[in-house]
């Protein structure tokens, strides 16, 4: 049910843009998507439902291609505040009445001057 | 700030014991989630509640058990300690029980066995 990130990491220098995938074998009902620095809380980005939705956040976006089961979200001009690592968490379509996420294995991001 | 409260912030404690992890969830979530993380690992779920009912249950072993209060407060208790307990555990809050929920997470516990 733990849905597969790629790349498990990457280095970027400032400006550049990064795109991280996250897949699942199983059909979507949501993805979200959470940073967490080291030694701190994950931290909420954003959420994508079923339905083929994108969305952004500032200079980061996502898509959610249901029909693939895959989601992936896009850095634009990094900046040496996203470093960090990147989870995604799938909602799967066979658990219906909970919210409980699997979460891939992360996505490591750093951006250096 | 998160909103969501863990005690304690460190746990130091010998194999064979038992420990007691308590998570205040935001103001007005009423569905709180553990999760385990350990070193330089990703998420694993353990269990959710919502309103004080058990909702889910992920990979957690039998050794754990949670329960959500009637103040929603929630704890998670480890027993039998083994050296592989040792991570960093998280809980997690969101309004309400589906899947177009945020989760918003506490600054965790880390539990040392030794």
């Known amino acids: 049910q733990q849905p597969v990130q790629s790349p498990q990491a990457v280095i970027l220098r400032e400006g550049e843009d990064a795109v991280i995938n996250c897949s699942s074998s199983?059909?979507?009902?949501?993805v979200h998507w959470y940073r967490q620095k080291h030694g701190e809380a994950p931290v909420f980005l954003m959420i994508l439902l079923k339905g083929g939705e994108q969305k952004g956040h500032d200079k980061i976006s996502a898509s959610f291609n249901e029909k693939k089961q895959q989601s992936s979200l896009y850095l634009t001009a990094s900046q040496l505040s996203y470093s960090g690592t990147y989870f995604c968490?799938?909602?799967?379509?066979?658990?219906?009445?909970?919210?409980?996420?699997?979460f891939g294995t992360g996505t490591r991001l750093t951006v250096i001057p | 700030d998160s909103g969501v409260t863990q005690t304690p912030k460190h746990l130091i404690t010998a194999t064979g014991q038992r420990v007691t992890l308590r998570c205040s969830p935001r103001?007005?979530?009423?569905?709180v989630y553990w999760y385990q993380q350990s070193l330089d690992q990703g998420l694993q779920f353990l269990i959710q509640y919502y309103n004080g009912e058990e909702r889910a249950k992920g990979n957690i072993l039998e050794r754990f058990s949670a329960q959500q209060f009637p103040d929603l407060h929630s704890e998670l208790n480890l027993s039998s300690l083994e050296l592989g307990d040792s991570a960093l555990y998280f809980c997690?809050?969101?309004?309400?029980?589906?899947?177009?929920?945020?989760?918003?997470f506490g600054n965790g516990t880390r539990l040392t066995v030794t």
């Open positions: 968490g799938t909602h799967n379509s066979d658990q219906t009445g909970a919210n409980n996420l699997f």
């Open positions: 199983k059909a979507l009902y949501s």
């Open positions: 103001s007005g979530d009423l569905s």
């Open positions: 997690a809050s969101s309004a309400g029980r589906f899947y177009n929920s945020p989760l918003h």
